[in-house]
């Protein structure tokens, strides 16, 4: 049984905290990847963590995923609204996708309302924070064990 999940950030997110923090808040990427890991290991998931500001690394990933890990969570940042490359890349995948927004992209300007990586993922989470991280790895823990059960 696989259980490495694979937690892929894209564009701009290495600016996390830094980056316009009355819309993504004071936490670092650094800090939402110590809480990852910590909300993992409670399900005895092993977690890669990648940031990207190259679409064509997060698509290399996703198909390196398909052979090593059990789940994605993915905040795709900038390409929500863009990438059919990401939407296709990520409907050869055959484990679970929780896509994670930490603003509400609904609240935003029209052109982030669309998301094409939803039209793949398992569930969406936006809105919540980078809170909305430690959410989706709990669906996908919940989601793993119901399958290997």
């Not at 092993?46 to 190259?54: G, L, S, Y």
């Not at 990438?83 to 300007?109: C, W, Y």
């Amino acid at each position: 049984m696989k259980t490495t999940i694979f937690i892929l950030n894209g564009c701009n997110l290495n600016l996390l905290g830094a980056r316009e923090p009355h819309i993504y808040g004071h936490e670092t990427l650094a800090d939402v990847e110590a809480e990852c890991r910590r909300v993992a290991a409670k399900f005895n998931l092993d977690v890669q963590f990648r940031q990207t500001n190259a679409e064509s690394q997060l698509i290399d990933w996703i198909h390196e995923a398909r052979e090593s890990a059990a789940g994605i969570v993915i905040n795709p940042a900038g390409w929500t609204s863009t990438s059919i490359a990401l939407l296709d890349a990520l409907k050869t995948f055959d484990g679970p996708i929780m896509e994670v927004h930490i603003s509400n992209i609904h609240q935003r300007e029209v052109f982030r309302h669309y998301s094409y990586i939803s039209l793949a993922a398992t569930g969406v989470i936006c809105g919540c924070g980078t809170q909305g991280y430690s959410l989706a790895i709990q669906r996908l823990g919940y989601l793993l064990a119901g399958a290997n059960s």
